[in-house]
Structures are given as C-alpha cells and as structure tokens.
C-alpha cells in the first residue's frame, strides 16, 4: 500500500493554465476527498495522478516511486468514473476480470480475484448477467469490482456516485465506507456531495480555481473553516 505525493503539480492547456501549483500528501490508507465547484481542476488533478493526463510541472509520487512520467498501468492505480463503461456483450464475470486478462494474468488467478471482489460488493449472484439486467447502482458495483481486481495500491474516484439516484447514493456511500475498511488502500475521491465528503473523508481538500484552498479532518473544516467559501463547501455532519 502507497500514500501519494504531490509537489508543485501544475497543468496547463495550451495557454490556459488550470492547475496552479499544487503540494498535497495523502496518507497510505487514508480516504482523501477532493471538493470544489465545477471547472476547478478536480478531475484534471485525479487524471493526472491517474497518468491519463500529462503533467505540466511538478512531481508526483506513488509511495517511494516517482511516477510522474509513468504509463497509468505502471502507476499501480484504477480509477472508477462517473460513467461506468462497461463492455454490452460482456457478462459481469468478465467485465471484472478484462483488464487482468488483457496483461496476460492466468484464467484461475483472474476467476480467484473476481469472486474475491464480488463477495466485497455483494455481486455474487449476478457474475453470469450482462450489464444492460443490471440495476444502475448494481452496475456502478460492477465498475468499482473491476478497480478492485486489478488490486491497486491506490483507487482514484471521479464522481462515481453522481448518475444515481438518492437512495442508491446513499446505500453505495455506506458500501465504498465498508469497502475502504475492508481492503484498507489509499483512496481519493472527487464529490459535489457534502454529506459524501463529510461522511467518507478521513481528509478533505478543498479546490478553488486549481489551487488548495484548505485541507483538514472533515470535522476540523466544518468547525473552523477559513472562509465563506470552505464553509460553502462543507456542509453539516449526518
Ligand atoms: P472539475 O473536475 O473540477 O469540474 P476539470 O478538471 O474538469 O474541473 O477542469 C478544470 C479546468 O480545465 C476547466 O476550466 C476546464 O474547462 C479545463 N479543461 C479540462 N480539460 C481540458 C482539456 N482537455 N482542454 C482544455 N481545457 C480543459
Ligand atoms: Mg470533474
């Protein structure tokens, strides 16, 4: 397992610079949350850490290994996305384990890996359907098994919640809570929802404009934000 590292990460498009500078250290294990408002920079900053997007400046490390110019498979990371794309004509089974079957693992250790992760998200009973009999929510679970099976030291979340409905968020949040515990990785993840980041967070950053704003333990925000804007952004407990 692998806390993550960030030391004056900046991005720019073109002229357009996004993501200012920034230094942030996420613990191993620990569940860090990513809020701001749209177009702050959260997704660029999670792609980049992901290696889905090349960083302009700065470093970025992976437990004792700098990855900043690394492939996304070298980086020992999986990111679940708000659209769960998983593949029609494929079952549950082996929308899970594709990804291991594309780096040549062996069938036995890809079916052992699978029915370890469907046991976690409670999937067990539908590894033989095809997603389009899933529910939303049973499809988003589908998603985060397949980050799961690759065994990642760090899980990286855009959203992943945010196409479903009330209740199912709810439910998932409780699931992501229990699944955090379980396999005890490094995970950061990105929300517009408070009660998400109030109720998941062992840390909260908070993002205005491609710059950290505050960080702090949830309770610590809420109590004692430095501005109007943190406290826009962290709302009560529940
Ligand atoms: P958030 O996820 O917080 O809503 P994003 O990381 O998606 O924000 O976007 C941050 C900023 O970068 C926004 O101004 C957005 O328009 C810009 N941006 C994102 N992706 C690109 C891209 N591929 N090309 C140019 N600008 C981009
Ligand atoms: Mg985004």
Redesign the pocket.
Known sequence: MSGVQLDGVVKR?GD?Q?IHGIDLSVAEGEFCVFV?P???????LLRMIAGLEETTGGAIRIGAREVTRLDPSERGVAMVFQTYALYPHMTVAQNMGFGLKMTGHPKAEIAAKVTEASRILKLDPYLARKPKALSGGQRQRVAIGRAIVRGPEVFLFDEPLSNLDAELRVEMRVELARLHQQIGATMIY?THDQTEAMTLADKIVVLRDGRVEQVGAPMDLYRDPDNRFVAGFIGSPS
């Open positions: 498009y357009l996004v701001g749209s177009g702050c920079g959260k997704s660029t990105v």
